[in-house]
């Protein structure tokens, strides 16, 4: 396509009225401002035949069906034609121009409003008109359109999210419900064996099984007695950080269930009051929440070589540590 503002050549070409460059296919433009629906001017009559055009037959039909449009005082004409490249541009132009000639002489000229525009041309010229806008279209409606799926996306990742949290608290909730059982198991039993006098092997497993929930560190439902905005919440944060390293809210959010057992393991060393914990494994445990927290929490840990992993080293070293002195 060659247009009459483009110096450069290519196969198909465009050109305008106002330009005299051409390519192959070739499309001619035309912004003259001269042009007027209502006639032919005796300027213009003198003007189309130094362009090689005549003032009748399918130019004159031309203008008289423009007349239909006064309202507008100019409109584009697109033609679009074929030409052959010559070894040379000059003689390319040439080309172009007896091409165009032809294609004026030979073809129907029709005229077309798109989106608003009033266009005249040959059938293939008018293939274009409106593309400008058409393509200006259909780019809006894609920004709309990945605007709609970015939003679509958060919506699912916080969905996504949402059900996340609703399974941790389901398993918090049947773990509460275990612990609590076992607790209100042995206050019941308790009462059977001190107040009615009745013993048996049963009540004293209930009984057992409570005081070793009583006594052992469990992080996960520990971390339930501080939740915000729930009845009797715990205000002393700073005791529940010295028995499992962490605050409550980053505790409730574990699913690993080594990571709470090393928590828990801790928590029952500390609050063992018969029992001296070892200072090398109250060390290593901090170090182990160190590069646990340092990593952002990410329980994967326990796939990793821990020569590859600082926090699996740490586990590790936890794991392998004995947690009280030796009674002397």
Not at 6 to 15: F, L
Not at 50 to 58: C, E, M, N, P, R
Not at 81 to 88: E, G, L, Q, V, Y
Not at 270 to 293: G, H, M, S, W
Request: hydrophobic share 35%; aromatic share 6%.
């Amino acid at each position: 396509m060659i247009t009459s503002n483009n110096h450069q050549q290519r196969s198909p070409a465009t050109i305008t009225n106002n330009d005299h460059q051409q390519r192959s296919p070739t499309t001619i433009t035309s912004n003259d401002h001269q042009q007027r629906a209502t006639g032919t001017t005796a300027k213009e009559k003198r003007q189309t035949p130094a362009a090689g055009l005549d003032t009748g037959g399918k130019m004159q039909d031309l203008v008289d069906r423009l007349k239909e449009f006064e309202d507008e005082s100019c409109c584009d004409a697109i033609l679009v034609t074929k030409s052959k490249i010559a070894a040379t541009e000059d003689d390319t132009k040439e080309n172009a121009k007896n091409a165009f000639k032809s294609t004026i002489d030979e073809e129907e000229l029709e005229v077309r409003r798109e989106r608003g525009q009033l266009y005249v041309g040959n059938l293939r010229g008018l293939g274009l008109a409106g593309l400008p806008e058409g393509l200006r279209i259909l780019e809006e409606q894609d920004v709309a359109r990945t605007g709609r799926e970015m939003v679509k996306d958060a919506e699912l990742a916080t969905l996504k999210e949402e059900v996340s949290e609703l399974k941790a608290s389901q398993q918090l909730l049947k773990l509460t419900t275990i612990d609590y059982k076992r607790v209100r198991g042995r206050f019941v039993s308790v009462y059977k064996r001190d107040v009615l006098k009745i013993r048996t092997a049963w009540d004293k497993l209930i009984i057992d099984s409570g005081n070793v929930r009583a006594h052992e560190g469990d992080a996960l439902i520990d971390a339930l007695l501080y939740e915000y905005n729930t009845i009797g919440a715990r205000p002393d944060f700073f005791v529940f950080v010295q028995l499992y390293g962490m605050n409550p809210q980053e505790v409730v959010k574990l699913t690993h269930r080594e990571t709470i057992k090393v928590l828990n393991l801790h928590a029952t060393v500390c609050a063992n009051a018969d029992q001296r914990p070892n200072p090398e494994f109250l060390a290593k445990f901090i170090t182990f929440i160190t590069e646990f927290q340092r990593s952002g929490n990410t329980e994967d840990y326990i796939l990793v070589s821990p020569t590859v992993s600082t926090t699996r080293a740490a586990y590790d070293a936890v794991l392998v540590c004995p947690p009280y002195l030796k009674a002397e």
